[in-house]
C-alpha cells in the first residue's frame, strides 16, 4: 500500500512536467528524475532485478496460459511483456487484468515491424520492409511510423521493437530478407530513421535490430548460432553503420542479436548477445550509446545452444544487456542474477544502472501512471481510413518497372485476344479484376501452385489462341523467401511463357527472379514486392497507365537487374 502511494504521488508531479514538453529519452536520462528515484528506493533486491526481464504473452491461448502468464508477473515482478498472436480485444483485455497486479506498470512490447498486423488479427498490416526499400518518398515512411504509434497507443502498447535495420546483403538470409530495407547501407539507414522518428516523435520506443547486423548469414539465430566470419573494418563500416546513424538521430533503444563474431569476440561458441566486448566495449562504449539495450529473445538457439539452464540469461546481464527478452525460465534466471551479484560476478553499480535506466524508459513511455485500455471503439480506431489511404500511397510508391513501358498503357483495341494469368492463386486477384474493367473481353486463368503437369498441358495447349500474355506471379506464403515453393513443371510454364512478348508483374519476394530462368526475357516487368491487394491495385493501374510507377530495387537480383533500377516513368 505504502508503494502504491508513492508511486501515485510521484507520478502526479511527473504527469505536470511530461505534459509540458516531452524530452528525448536519451536526453531525459541525464537529469535526475524523483519518479524514477522514488519507485526504485521502494523495490526489494528481487523486484528490482524482475524490471529487467520481460515475458512471452499471447491473447489467442487459453485461460489457463493467461493465468499462468499472470502468475509469473506476480511472482517475478517483471519489467514487461512482449505479445505475440492473438486479437485486438482480446489483448487489450489481458493488458488491463495484467496491468492490475502490478505496483509499477508494465513495458507492453511487440515485434510489429510492418504494423500490428504482423501479430494479431483483425488489424492492419503496412508493407515489409523490403517492399519500403523501394520508395524514394522516405516522408511516407515516416508517416507509416506516425500511424504505428497511433495503434500501439491505442492497444496499450510502448516498445515496437523495430525497425529491422540490418543490411540485407545476402539472397539466402533465411531470417532476415524481405524483413530488411534492402542491401544499401545509406538507404537503409534514412529508411530506418524515418520510420524509428515517425513512432518515437508520437510517443513509441522504439530498438533498432539486430545489432551488430544480421544481414550477411545463412543461418537462421532462431534454430541456431550463425556465424560472421568478417573484419571489424567491414562489420563498423557496412554492418553497424546503419545502427550508428539510428543513434545519432536519437534511437531509444538497440536489440542485440545472436550471432557469433570471431573479429570482435574470439570466445568460441559465444552470441554477439554475450558478449562484453561487444555490448559494452562497441555499443556502450565505443559509440557511445546511452539507451535501452535489449536482447533478442533468450530462447532461441542462436543464444542457449552453448550456453544452456540460465547461462545465457546471466552472461547476457554481464554484457552489457539492460532488458533480458524472453528468458527461457524467468524464475530460474532472477535467481542466478542474485547470486553472481552476491558473488561480485556482475557489479552492483551496473546493476542499479540498468534497473534505473527501466524506470527512466517507462517514464518516457508514461507509465508513471496507469491507464486502462478502452475497449470502446477499438476495432474501428485500430482500422482507420487514414491508414489505409496511406497503405495504398505506400504501394503506389514502391512499385517498380524493370523493363518495357512502351506496352502501357493497356488499351482495350478488340483485336487482341488478351489472357491473364494469375500464377501461384487458386482465383481470381486484384490484379487480374482491375484489368478486367478495361480488357472484359480478357479472359482470366487461375494456375494454383498445385497444379499437376496433365493439367499444365492443358493450359499450355490452349495458350495459342492468345495474341497478348499478361502473367502474374503471386507468392501467397504469409513470409515470401527468396525462392518460389512452385513445382518444377510450372516454373518451366512461367519461364517458356516469359518470352512470348509477355507483360510479367511479380508479387513476391524480388529474389525470386533469379530463380526464374528467362525471366528477364519478359517484354515489361512490374516488380510488387509482395502479395497485398493494394500492391495489386498499383502494378494494374501502371500497366493501365493510370499511374507512373517510381520504385527501384532495393537489391541486386542477378546480371540483368541490380539495386537502384527502376524506370521513374514520367
Excluded: C
Amino acid at each position: 500500500m505504502k508503494k502504491s502511494v508513492l508511486i501515485l504521488f510521484f507520478s502526479y508531479i511527473a504527469l505536470t512536467s511530461y505534459a509540458q514538453k516531452r524530452q528525448s529519452f536519451i536526453d531525459q536520462l541525464n537529469k535526475s528524475n524523483a519518479w524514477v528515484d522514488s519507485v526504485y528506493k521502494s523495490l526489494s533486491n528481487k523486484e528490482k532485478i524482475g524490471q529487467l526481464f520481460m515475458l512471452r504473452a499471447h491473447s489467442d491461448k487459453d485461460r489457463a496460459y493467461a493465468d499462468k502468464v499472470a502468475k509469473q508477473i506476480k511472482e517475478n515482478n517483471v519489467g514487461g511483456l512482449v505479445f505475440f498472436q492473438g486479437g485486438p480485444v482480446r489483448q487489450a483485455i489481458l493488458t488491463n487484468e495484467y496491468q492490475k497486479l502490478v505496483d509499477v506498470p508494465l513495458m507492453i512490447a511487440m515485434d510489429a515491424e510492418w504494423g500490428l498486423g504482423m501479430r494479431l488479427d483483425s488489424t492492419i498490416s503496412y508493407p515489409y520492409q523490403m517492399t519500403l526499400g523501394a520508395i524514394q518518398n522516405n516522408q511516407l515512411i515516416y508517416n507509416m511510423g506516425e500511424q504505428v504509434a497511433k495503434d500501439f497507443k491505442r492497444i496499450g502498447m510502448h516498445i515496437n521493437f523495430a525497425p529491422t535495420v540490418d543490411v540485407n546483403n545476402n539472397a539466402n538470409n533465411p531470417v532476415i530478407n524481405y524483413r530488411s530495407f534492402g542491401e544499401n547501407k545509406y538507404n537503409v539507414a534514412d529508411k530506418g530513421i524515418a520510420y524509428m522518428k515517425g513512432m518515437q516523435d508520437n510517443g513509441i520506443f522504439t530498438t533498432a535490430k539486430h545489432f551488430p547486423g544480421h544481414g550477411d548469414t545463412d543461418v537462421d539465430s532462431h534454430y541456431d548460432l550463425p556465424k560472421l566470419p568478417f573484419t571489424r573494418a567491414r562489420l563498423d563500416t557496412l554492418e553497424m553503420y546503419p545502427f550508428k546513424k539510428l543513434m545519432a538521430n536519437g534511437a531509444t533503444g538497440i536489440m542485440v542479436g545472436h550471432m557469433n563474431i570471431p573479429s570482435l569476440d574470439p570466445t568460441p561458441n559465444l552470441s554477439s548477445s554475450l558478449s562484453r566486448p561487444i555490448v559494452t566495449g562497441i555499443l556502450k562504449n565505443d559509440f557511445g550509446f546511452k539507451g535501452l539495450v535489449v536482447s533478442d529473445a533468450m530462447e532461441m538457439k542462436g543464444a542457449i545452444k552453448y550456453f544452456p539452464n540460465g547461462q545465457a540469461d546471466v552472461k547476457a546481464l554481464f554484457a552489457g544487456l539492460d532488458v533480458i527478452e524472453l528468458s527461457e525460465d524467468t524464475e530460474r534466471a532472477i535467481k542466478m542474477l542474485r547470486k553472481a551479484i552476491r558473488h561480485k560476478e556482475i557489479p552492483v553499480k551496473e546493476v542499479e544502472e540498468k534497473v534505473k535506466k527501466v524506470l527512466a524508459a517507462k517514464y518516457w513511455m508514461g507509465l508513471n501512471s496507469k491507464k486502462e485500455v478502452s475497449l470502446t471503439n477499438l476495432y474501428n480506431d485500430l482500422n482507420r481510413s487514414e491508414s489505409k489511404a496511406l497503405i495504398q500511397q505506400l504501394a503506389d510508391a514502391s512499385v517498380t518497372v524493370l523493363k518495357g513501358t512502351n506496352a502501357f498503357p493497356l488499351r482495350n483495341d478488340f483485336v487482341r485476344k488478351t489472357v491473364i494469368l494469375n500464377i501461384g492463386s487458386g482465383s481470381n486477384t486484384t490484379f487480374s479484376n482491375t484489368l478486367k474493367k478495361i480488357k472484359p473481353g480478357a479472359t482470366v486463368i487461375n494456375i494454383p501452385k498445385t497444379i499437376n503437369e496433365v493439367e499444365l498441358g492443358i493450359i499450355r495447349n490452349n495458350m495459342k489462341q492468345y495474341d497478348q500474355i499478361i502473367m502474374a506471379i503471386i507468392d501467397s506464403r504469409l513470409r515470401p523467401a527468396s525462392k518460389l515453393d512452385y513445382s518444377v513443371h510450372l516454373t518451366q510454364f512461367i519461364s517458356e511463357f516469359s518470352t512470348k512478348n509477355t507483360i510479367a508483374a511479380l508479387f513476391a519476394n524480388p529474389y525470386t527472379i533469379a530463380g526464374i530462368p528467362g525471366f528477364e526475357k519478359s517484354a515489361s516487368i512490374v516488380v510488387g514486392y509482395q502479395n497485398m491487394p493494394e500492391i495489386q491495385l498499383s502494378a494494374a493501374k501502371v500497366v493501365l497507365g493510370t499511374h507512373k510507377a517510381s520504385g527501384r530495387l532495393p537489391v541486386s537480383i542477378n546480371a540483368f537487374f541490380k539495386y537502384g533500377d527502376g524506370i521513374q516513368m514520367k
